[in-house]
């Protein structure tokens, strides 16, 4: 993101600060819900404690954040495609989040503006470049 530094800088951020609050989160909630959400929002959900929620945080939003931020960081050909992939995977999430448990969490607000950052600053940075993927 040589050409565009202050808004490549900016995306590896918001990608780095998402990527730690869902480590955070996700490890929280596989152990024993040490983060306190509250256990009535499980009812009506498929889920009977927070540890699956916990796992699949690590795994739709932590997991896509960094390898995109490392594929920023090293200018990897395919870190258009994986910005795009982590930010559609945070909004993912939140929408998601309210559809499945249908309850309002103050960080929800924040969490789907990072994600639609993420798409902004991807495009920014990566305006006028193709999108690749991975092996291409």
Same mark, same amino acid.
Not at 26 to 35: F, K, R
Not at 50 to 58: A, I, T, Y
Not at 77 to 96: H, K, N, P, T
């Given at each position: 993101?040589?050409?565009? #530094?202050?808004?490549?800088?900016?995306?590896?951020?918001v990608?780095?600060?998402? /990527?730690?609050g869902?480590?955070f989160?996700?490890?929280?909630?596989?152990a024993?819900?040490a983060?306190? $959400?509250?256990?009535? +929002?499980?009812a009506?959900?498929?889920?009977?404690? +927070?540890?699956?929620?916990?796992?699949?945080?690590l795994?739709?939003?932590?997991t896509? $954040?960094?390898?995109a931020?490392?594929?920023?960081i090293?200018g990897?050909a395919?870190?258009y495609a994986?910005?795009l992939?982590a930010?559609a /995977?945070?909004?993912?999430w939140?929408?998601a989040?309210?559809?499945?448990?249908?309850r309002?969490?103050f960080?929800?607000?924040?969490m789907?503006?990072?994600?639609? /950052?993420?798409?902004g600053?991807? +495009?920014?940075?990566? #305006?006028g470049?193709?999108?690749?993927?991975?092996?291409?």
């Amino acid at each position: 993101f040589a050409g565009h #530094r202050v808004a490549g800088v900016a995306l590896v951020a918001v990608e780095c600060f998402v /990527a730690v609050g869902a480590v955070f989160g996700g490890v929280g909630l596989m152990a024993d819900n040490a983060i306190g $959400m509250l256990p009535e +929002w499980l009812a009506g959900t498929p889920f009977t404690s +927070w540890f699956w929620p916990g796992v699949f945080l690590l795994l739709v939003v932590a997991t896509p $954040m960094i390898v995109a931020a490392v594929a920023e960081i090293t200018g990897r050909a395919w870190a258009y495609a994986a910005s795009l992939i982590a930010g559609a /995977a945070q909004i993912g999430w939140i929408v998601a989040q309210w559809l499945i448990f249908q309850r309002y969490f103050f960080l929800q607000p924040i969490m789907l503006a990072a994600g639609l /950052a993420v798409l902004g600053l991807a +495009w920014w940075v990566h #305006r006028g470049e193709p999108i690749r993927l991975p092996g291409r």
